[in-house]
């Protein structure tokens, strides 16, 4: 058995003396981070259930069972890291998916005590819903009873790492003209103010950016309230320096000790009208603003930053130069030494960092690289470790996914590339995946049209053969924000938001076979407006990404003229984009992967 | 100006007299129907916007305005039908969208006087949605105050037509079977007992059906209680004839006044848990049934009615052969006599009507034929009438939309013929929305698909072109009930419901120029198992009309082998199937009308 079976032993005690049937254990922090800072890892440390890029997963311990929930991204990954922890996984989603909610509130009776759980790191809407659902069982919720700290004995403390400015010249906007947009929208949802508890929003409303409170994401710990009089940070002092203090009193932003959020709303007038999202605040948060002053909403809010300028688009278009120029470095380098037979996940995930580092503006990566050779390209958010990485020999697939956090932008790529001779089966497989890429990639659609709506171009050649994967097809991308943002999204469930010009999302069908092989074949895409006709105005994307896509791995009979033609013109712009920035030998490598094909 | 102007005058008085800024006339009845009885059409006698079929619409009259919303089927027509009216067109969906309850709730202030409406004829959640966005602009809504009806000097009566028993033989299931199983559905949302308003659920629990309270459907007027003591059905004693008597009696359902819903419930106890759909229950009869008591929901209800069984799909084969060959008989009509130039839209509804019937099993048309020439074609729900029909004559495109109401399943199809010389550009388009049928007629995908992550599959190469269509792709269709049918849909908006086999939908893409043509592709197709594989449990849709597809319509440029097989594939089995039905000259026409085509 892992140390995990000590935690939990010591956790059971706490429950039997606090009259506690279940403890639910977040598996985020009070801003509904996705990556949250390691403070708030409990559910990491708990389960053992973990990685550099964050994992997906709430824990559930009863008296005598201990489950962790996860979503099928992570369904191998989790059996896996599970093993000996005495956690059971359960699947949130795809065909076997157990909802936690209804398991937890059918498992029980009252007289087997309360359900207890940290308000401060769930969302409100979630709390709302178990409530709901375990009042109508007369089971009895108790926000306020966390227990998990009190086991956990090597928490570390809150980041408190210095913030900078992103410099506005090159963000294109003030923090003063988001402001302003910002509390246009709040009173377009029929408020007056507005608290934000999501990192990503703060930090692109403030153009402020931290190194390390997070790993991966230049966001920074903190709560946002904006009305037309005040505008508060609530945030730890040591985190301002002189410079982003004179920042901060140019905008008019005064701050506030982080958890002084509760004495700050006791001290305003009741008939304040709070805009407040209740899936991104927590629920004590949402308690302290106060039910009778919230008005539910924020997509108009979250929008703004989803839709991104003319200028940081040409931005990201500088950034993606760099970005295809690292990966041709990294992967002619890949093509030179795979045949020694040393080359390593790890040892390729550090020189991949290496590779993007080198342009000055990358701050860092955008989260750590997913690097999968033959069965752990299986496993979606596998990332490899010192412990864990395969050599790379053999024949088989190589799958690579990760990014770099410019200050031109966020990049995002996944390549999977064959090395030796992979099989016939695997070339038809990448060449299905390929095919709902450029699907969606070529895909034009009226104003209004959502992402699920799109979402079966990318899978539609998968399905014709019964095969398929379960993760999104499309995440939106922030701007030197987080890798992963809403409101906008391409997946199988309904995201309400319709796909606006300046809106970024990923493009990223795949296959997995567990113990087999991975494919993944991803390009970050921009929604652009095409054509105004007498049925309405009409959008198409505009393919950001520039490194080409491996043709040695495509199976030409099922390849149609169309989907060969959009191959061959993505190549010669991803040639003649990188070329004026490589090497004559570079060069000459990127002109033999852009070469046209045809049947 | 039309007689509306009159009405409109009285009706404004009586806003005046009772201090009322905006009166909401309802489109639709106490069960949400879609197609009311006559005695509930006050919107359409008040506005003249109106058809056999009914017509989507809310109106909405003010001091000095008046507006009827419709949908993008109606636009052509009903912007036609409301000149000289007084009313002026809203639309409800498509690019020009305006939202009805935000727009009641932004045009007037508290001063302006009350917003009344029957509460009797809107669902409870439409009221709930307006009363919160009306609550926030301190504006009064009174649902209690109706005032059409003071106006309404013809107002026909309620429908008092006697019932009759749907073979249970034919049915495949006993009344007191499906009851077992709506309360057992019950139970597990949590209630224990249900209300159901939705005529066509209870149509379908009871096995009972009548001929003539609504055009089209045999459903009947009345309320549904049920619980584990009581079986109580609120109808107009006149309906009840001594055979339906010992059905009821055998079901042990009892009988009470069609209005006795509120006197009911005064007398049931107070802790009763009562299942309530408050979209498809009005908000009278949702406060008759009181709220403390009721649980909202209903969904595991009307998916019992969605899966069909293996013997009603056995049936509903059988049906389609019945419908085919009259379409084969109607169709060699038109080819014969469309050279004398003496066709007429409206004769030729007739005449359609005529060949169905003439199967006894045919108990009525599904819908009035929309039966259009070339511009008409391209009014979504246009039908032929005494006062305007056209000649068919020149060169063009007849779109035929019609279904019949078989004792063995209701029928729904389209077909798009082109007499004379159509252009090249019509063929092109026709082909656009036929490789849009085919794409989702072929669509495989996984257990829990929605409809709306298929719908874009019949849209795309549309889309491609800049074009588009903007009503649903599909509907559910019920066994000898209503012709269109929930919970499942294939649509751009989200319909959280998965296909599950034994689902009926239609598969209906269209393209209208409005003045020019409009072409539409109709069939019904059943969601069916397909095959279960390491990546779940896949299901296809199959095809259930049988009718040929004009094949001198395709533009073969843009047709793909795959699709071209799919056709040919189809009227292989299309001429395979109604042959036996037919006569040798019968035969030989639908021999050519089913010749294999090839590039």
């Known amino acids: 058995m892992k140390k995990n079976a000590q935690y939990l032993a010591a956790l059971r005690q706490l429950m039997k003396d606090h009259n506690v049937a279940a403890c639910i254990v977040s598996g985020t922090d009070p801003h509904q981070s996705e990556l949250p800072p390691a403070h708030w890892r409990g559910r990491e440390w708990l389960t053992a259930f973990e990685s550099e890029n964050g994992t997906n997963g709430t824990a559930v311990v009863t008296a005598d069972g201990a489950y962790c929930w996860t979503d099928s991204r992570y369904f191998i990954q989790a059996t896996e890291q599970l093993k000996a922890t005495g956690f059971t996984m359960m699947e949130e989603d795809g065909p076997n998916a157990v909802n936690l909610i209804e398991w937890v509130t059918s498992n029980f009776t009252t007289k087997d005590g309360e359900i207890a759980f940290n308000g401060s790191t769930f969302s409100h809407s979630w709390v709302e819903e178990l409530k709901s659902v375990a009042n109508e069982k007369n089971l009895i919720c108790n926000p306020s009873l966390s227990l998990l ?36 929208a709040v009173q377009s949802e029929g408020a007056d103010a507005t608290f ?12 402020l950016r931290t190194a390390n409170d997070i790993a991966f994401s230049p966001i920074y710990v903190a709560f ?56 991104k605040t927590s629920h004590r948060n949402y308690c302290e603003v106060g039910e009778a002053r919230i008005i539910n909403g924020g997509a108009s809010v979250a929008r703004l930053k989803g839709v991104k300028s003319e200028k940081a688009i040409s931005h990201l278009a500088t950034a993606m130069e760099k970005d295809g120029v690292a990966l041709t470095r990294f992967m002619m380098m890949i093509e030179r030494e795979y045949p020694t037979g040393t080359l390593t996940e790890i040892g390729l995930a550090r020189a991949l960092r290496q590779f993007r580092l ?20 299986a496993i979606v958010h596998y990332e490899p470790s010192e412990e864990c990485s395969l050599t790379i020999e053999g024949d088989g697939l190589l799958l690579i996914d990760s990014g770099g956090q410019y200050l031109y932008g966020t990049t995002d790529i996944t390549r999977t590339i064959g090395l030796g001779n992979p099989t016939h089966e695997m070339k038809h497989d990448f060449t299905l995946v390929l095919k709902g890429h450029i699907a969606l990639a070529k895909a034009r659609y ?4 959502r992402g699920t709506q799109l979402d079966v171009l990318a899978r539609q050649f998968l399905w014709e053969e019964g095969k398929a994967y379960y993760h999104g097809t499309g995440h ?17 469930n309904d995201v309400p938001v319709a796909l606006e010009p300046g809106m970024i999302t990923s493009n990223e069908p795949g296959l997995y076979y567990e113990g087999r092989y991975g494919i993944r074949i991803e390009n970050l895409v921009v929604t652009t407006p095409w054509k105004q006709t007498e049925f309405g105005e009409f959008y198409e994307f505009k393919t950001m990404t520039l490194f080409p896509i491996d043709t040695t791995l495509i199976d030409m009979e099922i390849m149609t003229d169309d989907e060969i033609k959009w191959l061959n013109d993505y190549h010669a712009e991803v040639e003649s984009r990188l070329t004026p920035l490589l090497n004559a030998e570079e060069a000459s490598w990127l002109k033999a992967k852009c070469a046209s094909i045809s049947k």
């Open 149 to 184: 700290e009190d086991v956990w004995d090597t928490r570390p403390s809150r980041p408190m790492n210095p913030l900078f400015v992103h410099d506005e010249d090159i963000v294109g906007e003030t923090a003063e003209s988001k402001i302003q947009r910002t509390l246009a």
């Open 358 to 377: 080198d342009d000055p503006t990358c701050v860092d990566e955008s989260f750590a690289p997913i690097l999968g050779w033959n069965a752990n390209g």
């Open 224 to 279: 946002l309230y904006l009305d037309d009089n005040q505008r508060v940070l609530f945030i730890d002092e040591e985190k301002i320096s002189p410079e982003v203090r004179e920042h901060l009193n140019k905008y008019n932003i005064q701050t506030r000790p982080y958890e002084s959020t509760g004495d700050f709303f006791k001290n305003q007038t009741s008939n304040l009208k709070v805009l407040v999202d209740p899936n």
């Open 476 to 492: 939106g991308v922030g701007f030197f924000i987080n890798v992963h943002e809403g409101p906008q999204a391409i997946r199988m």
């Open 446 to 449: 009226p104003k209004g049209t």
């Open 196 to 207: 934000i508890s999501a990192l990503d929003d703060i930090a692109w409303i403030t153009n």
